[in-house]
């Protein structure tokens, strides 16, 4: 069997039994009662033009993503090491023939000086980026920057987990990847869809996509357990992207004990220096009413699974999407190599950004929204990786985890890293927080607490 198989997606997307609003009724009990959705179910709730069953998903997914993650939103930054690249996208600028481009690679020296800037910032995680070159950047190149990442410090404070995000690899070359202490491995397929995927990848090592739809079944066989998989919506239709990222996910799962992928990512096409394709000349972009339903069905439809937002959204999409379903967000983001400490981006980057406010502001928003900003990086440093994650996950344990974490953390940013308009802004909601909490819960977050406020520094659960 194919892991995507293009015909049942096509079969299931035409059939007119999904359409009847009593089925996609039944869908959204289904999942409220948390009952595992299938692909047919996925399928309901994508066929819906209701407006009013649209907000009913929407009401679902919110009320889901509460009772899993309740308010938490884990922060990282992503950190691009190198922008040359043998392959030629058309969406993205750092594509091969793009001759306009300032091209660079991080040196050891320029990487540890970018990490110093985030860690000034506060962050604890970041997500490494790399286009694919083999000369520029090889694996031994791509293990010497993460071991400079770990390596770096600012003020006593280090990065805590470092997830990448690279092109698919062989079993061995992943083997080497893990031993260099990584997080999540991500790789997005970007489309699904074959002869979307062959048009918008016209040459390189990127054209074969068989290679890239099994690159996680071998990283996850190389030991790599946490895994992240991704879509650029805009390059297809997005019902049709939905429906493969499931079939991918119930692959992964079918053949790996239960454990699929740890993180979806959804980025949305966007302009970029150079690129022939982009949102406002692809027939496929998609509208911001349809991307808040695409969250909310994937919330329901894989509700232990993290979904990550980026910095290509901006601040009023971005707030808009946090209730139906998103977990972890980007602050602060620059995606050229080098950015961080660059004052011109327009001739490096890999994107338009949409949200450009520095970290402390976004921090300061997301708290004036009632979120919980979250800087935890516990589990993968306590071996709660792969099924034991999702063990936790899925038995409602993990938020007992992530709450005492999410508190402990945030106090560390605001002492160390906030400024007093953020503290003063997180007071009623830290306080709001450990009120909510059951006795015990308390007693060890306020415990925790102390600890931060007594200048400890990396408690966790
Ligand atoms: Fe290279 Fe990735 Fe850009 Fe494609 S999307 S050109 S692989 S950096
Ligand atoms: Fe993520 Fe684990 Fe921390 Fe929860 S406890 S926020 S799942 S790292």
Same mark, same amino acid.
């Given at each position: ?303 232990? #699974? ?87 996950? =899925?038995?409602?344990?993990?938020? =007992? ?7 402990? #953390? ?11 308009? #953020? ?21 060890? #977050? ?16």
């Amino acid at each position: 069997m194919p892991i995507i198989d293009e015909e049942r997606i096509a079969a299931l997307l035409a059939d007119p039994r999904f359409t009847d609003e009593g089925r996609q009724r039944d869908t959204i009990a289904k999942a409220r009662s948390r009952e595992r959705l299938t692909l047919e179910d996925v399928a309901a709730l994508l066929h819906t033009r209701s407006r009013d069953i649209r907000e009913e998903i929407h009401l679902a997914a919110r009320d889901e993503k509460k009772r899993i993650y309740g308010n938490r939103l884990v922060f990282f930054a992503p950190l691009y090491l190198t922008n040359r690249c043998v392959n030629n996208c058309l969406y993205c600028s750092f594509r091969r023939e793009n001759d306009e481009l300032v091209r660079a690679t991080l040196t050891q020296d320029e990487i540890r000086r970018e990490v110093e800037f985030l860690l000034e910032q506060g962050h604890k995680r970041l997500l490494l980026v790399a286009g694919e070159h083999p000369k520029e950047a090889p694996l031994e190149y791509i293990g010497q920057s993460i071991a400079t990442v770990y390596d770096a410090r600012w003020n006593g404070a280090n990065i805590r987990r470092a997830n990448i995000n690279a092109a698919p690899m062989t079993v061995d070359e992943f083997r080497a990847l893990k031993s260099f202490g990584i997080g999540t491995y991500q790789c997005f397929q970007e489309t699904y869809h074959r002869e979307t995927y062959a048009h918008v990848h016209p040459s390189g090592r990127k054209r074969d996509y068989d290679w890239r739809v099994t690159a996680m079944d071998r990283a996850i066989e190389a030991g790599i357990d946490d895994v992240g998989i991704g879509v650029l919506f805009g390059l297809y239709d997005y019902r049709f992207e939905v429906m493969a990222m499931m079939q991918h996910i119930l692959h992964l799962e079918e053949h790996f004990d239960g454990v699929g992928p740890h993180t979806i990512s959804i980025p949305r096409l966007e302009p970029a220096l150079n690129a022939p394709l982009d949102s406002t000349n692809s027939p496929w972009t998609v509208a911001d009413e349809d991307f808040q339903t695409v969250v909310a069905i994937l919330r329901l439809a894989v509700p232990y #699974t993290g979904m990550i937002l980026s910095t290509r959204e901006n601040a009023d999409t971005r707030r808009g999407l946090f209730d139906f379903g998103i977990s972890q967000i980007s602050a602060g983001s620059r995606t050229d190599p080098g950015g961080y400490m660059a004052s011109d981006h327009a001739t490096s980057e890999q994107f338009q950004l949409g949200d450009h406010r520095p970290m402390d502001e976004v921090v300061r928003d997301v708290v004036s929204l009632g979120y919980m900003p979250s800087f935890c990086t516990a589990c993968y440093r306590s071996g709660r990786t792969g099924d034991r994650f999702m063990d936790l996950a =899925k038995s409602g344990n993990i938020g =007992k985890i992530c709450a005492p974490n999410a508190l402990a #953390t945030f106090e560390e940013y605001l002492n160390d890293f906030a400024g007093d308009d #953020t503290r003063e802004a997180a007071k009623a909601l830290m306080q709001a927080e450990l009120d909510a909490m059951p006795e015990k819960t308390r007693e060890k #977050t306020e415990e925790m607490i102390r600890k931060v406020d007594g200048g400890e520094k990396d408690i966790y659960l």
